[in-house]
């Protein structure tokens, strides 16, 4: 590996670190037009998104956010061993990885039941489905990248423990987004009316 | 060995990781997109010589000023500064080996290429006529261009942006020799820095929103198009939240330029240095905050039309506080007119008429007397041509001694710019006329009475044409036959001057230590 820019192991972490951050502050602008579109559009059109919430399958959502929390703590203990290089590493790696996929599963299976309900949608309760559709995902578009990678990085050993710790950042990045987007269209609204 | 006699095949360029060697592959693919551009902005030129339209169909028409738009700004202007001179001396100025992330700095280079196939494969699948902007509904709805190719290829193109950016951003924190302080920066490093900022933050809300133009236009469901229960202003908001900033990304990097030329032919310090510096931060930060001024007869909110024109004003005042004080740098100064320090001061002259006419803009009332005339024509290509071309030839000349190890012709090189300064203005000036006479922008005809102000403005593209071609050809001339360029031939300050010309493959041969700020210029008695 070429490391002619960097003096130290300790400068090269530091870049690294620095570049995610700068990648994520991307990533929020990214996913920026969706959520002003979302808020815009939910301004616009209050009862479509209403009614379209309601569509959601509410314990589908809920046990896909349990999954995914939890995939954020093993990646966590992940980081704090990264020195390791252990087995317990990989494990650990491999569990974040394993509970990413069983997200992305649950929601395939999602998907695939709100076909028939989408077909039928009109006007602005279609805008409510493409968002939906757009925002979840490119989520999971993320996720799956992120499931790759991690994966990749459990079963190579070249300078593991920077990578786990910027992989961990992007990891956490990608459940946060699912945190926004769980209440603005599983929970919002739905029992108030 | 300097970093050219490396290696000589075409497989030691395309696998490169210098980022020397990537800023000269930039530069050979931007030229050729100049010039694609250029091509189109001509027959443009050529068809509004006479009142009717009678070169091209008016559809062709439209297609041509679309492809201008696109490829200039995407192509050529945005990657200009950053991707080529930044690419080039960011890391040398802050006394690096190399950028923080060498193979994705080659990565981008090669998105950036991609990005330009579609452009190219939009171009021949028969062009496309939504105007550079992609308004929605008629981009996601109505037109028959190929939209989608279009938009895929901008999409790309962005994230070649954004990896630079983001090189640029970790460059400059982390890999800082040692004791260059952030206030011993040079001002183009200063300026590479806040460009790269806006990049990575503005250029992705850009690549959303095409997406979501391909995903109305793909599947007829619409977040835009009023029809399909969406709205166009939330499109008009996205994309000029973008493509304001963007005016600032071609901008900056060509104020930096201006800040190292100026010093360097008056042999003076610039003057009020960290002034400067938070001007460059105040510019990009603002520029954040003024799109809607872009949007005042759209319908938009009248009180946020109102707040759009006081923050557009605001943007005035560090422009006007980096011109005062390149002036006031040549105050007393020993001036040499060299072909960089003409591109200079034209840019500073230039940029400053630009400036003051995107007042006349920002001005509610007044815009809406303007809007879509040849008036904001006129006033964004003294920006972006007067300001970010001009800067950007004056700093191929300054550091083309460095980036080739050649000296260029030094009459040649005045020669074109003063070419290039009497050329643009003739084309440009007369537009600020027609667009206040009422001409509007983007029709292939116009009434008899307007003909004399266009057929000066189609005479000055063909002197400006002349003027591009010219540094095409002597610099070319310069690489086989040019004097060989001694490490500091402008007795200029900044550690690119320290090493050799051409510099060695990883830059110094010691790493340079730094004791003192930028532009220790000594006036000559």
């Known amino acids: 590996m070429p490391t002619t820019q960097f003096d130290s192991i300790l400068e090269r972490r530091e870049a690294a670190m620095l570049g995610m951050w700068l990648f994520l502050a991307t990533e929020v602008l990214f996913f920026g037009p969706l959520f002003f579109g979302y808020f815009h559009s939910r301004l616009a059109s209050h009862d479509a998104f209403v009614a379209g919430s309601h569509h959601m399958h509410f314990w589908l959502g809920t046990i896909n956010t349990a999954v995914l929390l939890t995939s954020s703590f093993t990646m966590a203990l992940a980081v704090q061993v990264a020195q390791d290089r252990g087995r317990f590493l990989r494990l650990l790696l491999l569990a974040s990885a394993a509970l990413g996929i069983a997200f992305l599963c649950i929601k395939g299976y999602e998907y695939a039941s709100e076909i028939p309900e989408v077909a039928r949608a009109e006007g602005p309760e279609q805008v409510f489905y493409l968002l939906y559709f757009a925002m979840t995902g490119l989520h999971a578009i993320h996720l799956t990248i992120g499931a790759v990678l991690v994966i990749w990085t459990a079963f190579i050993s070249a300078r593991r423990a920077i990578r786990v710790e910027v992989l961990g950042l992007y990891w956490h990045f990608v459940d946060a987004v699912w945190l926004f987007l769980y209440p603005m269209f599983y929970l919002l609204e739905r029992y108030s009316a | ?158 994230f070649s942006s954004i990896l630079t950016g983001l090189n640029i951003i970790v460059t400059v924190h982390r890999l800082r020799a040692p004791g260059l302080t952030w206030f011993r920066l040079p001002l183009f490093v200063w300026a590479n820095y806040a460009t790269s900022l806006i990049l990575i933050l503005a250029t992705p809300v850009l690549a959303m929103t095409l997406c979501l133009v391909a995903l109305e236009r793909v599947f007829h469901v619409g977040i835009f198009d009023p029809a399909l229960g969406g709205d166009p202003l939330l499109f008009q908001h996205l994309f000029w939240f973008y493509s304001h900033p963007a005016v600032y990304i071609m901008v900056l990097p060509a104020m930096g330029v201006a800040s190292e030329i100026i010093p360097c032919f008056a042999r003076r310090p610039v003057f009020g240095y960290r002034f400067m510096a938070y001007a460059i931060l105040a510019i990009a930060s603002i520029g954040f905050l003024v799109w809607g001024h872009h949007m005042f007869v759209s319908g938009q909110s009248l009180y946020a039309g109102l707040v759009f024109s006081m923050l557009s004003f605001l943007v005035a005042i560090p422009s006007a506080i980096k011109v005062f004080n390149w002036t006031a740098t040549l105050y007393k100064g020993s001036i040499t007119f060299a072909a960089p320090m003409l591109y200079a001061l034209g840019f500073v002259g230039l940029f400053t008429i630009g400036g003051m006419t995107g007042l006349f803009l920002a001005a509610t009332a007044v815009d809406v007397h303007l809007t879509d005339t040849y008036f904001v024509i006129a006033h964004f290509h003294y920006i972006m041509v007067g300001g970010s071309v001009m800067c950007y030839l004056g700093g191929i000349h300054f550091w083309w001694p460095k980036i080739s190890g050649r000296m260029y012709p030094e009459m040649w090189g005045r020669a074109a710019a003063l070419l290039i300064f009497f050329g643009f203005n003739l084309t440009f000036f ?96």
């Open chain 2, 430 to 525: 007369p537009q600020y006329l027609l667009g206040w006479l009422g001409m509007p922008r983007r029709y292939h005809a116009y009434p008899p009475e307007l003909q004399l102000l266009n057929v000066f403005s189609s005479a000055g593209a063909v002197v400006l044409a002349l003027g591009y071609l010219l540094p095409l050809g002597y610099l070319g001339w310069s690489l086989l036959y040019g004097k060989k360029a001694p490490p500091n031939p402008w007795q200029a300050t900044g550690l690119e001057w320290q090493t050799a010309s051409p510099p060695p493959k990883h830059n110094f041969e010691h790493e340079p230590v730094v004791h003192q700020g930028p532009y220790a210029y000594d006036p000559v008695r």
């Open chain 2, 1 to 158: 060995m300097s970093y050219l006699a490396e290696g000589f095949s075409l497989r030691s360029w395309l696998t490169t990781n210098d980022h020397k060697r990537i800023a000269v592959l930039y530069m050979v693919a931007i030229t050729a997109f100049f010039f694609v551009g250029g091509a189109a902005a001509t027959l443009i030129r050529l068809e509004l010589a006479t009142p009717a339209g009678d070169l091209v169909q008016p559809e062709t028409y439209n297609k041509l000023f679309t492809i201008h738009g696109v490829v200039m700004v995407w192509f050529f202007l945005i990657p200009s500064i950053p991707s080529v001179l930044g690419n080039f001396l960011v890391p040398l100025m802050v006394g690096a080996r190399d950028m923080a992330f060498p193979r994705l700095n080659l990565a981008s280079w090669y998105i950036y290429v991609l990005g330009g196939l579609f452009t190219v494969a939009t171009l021949i699948a028969g062009g496309v006529d939504t105007g550079w902007t992609f308004y929605t509904p008629y981009s996601t709805m109505f037109s028959n261009g190929n939209v989608l190719l279009a938009v895929a290829g901008v999409f790309i193109v962005g």
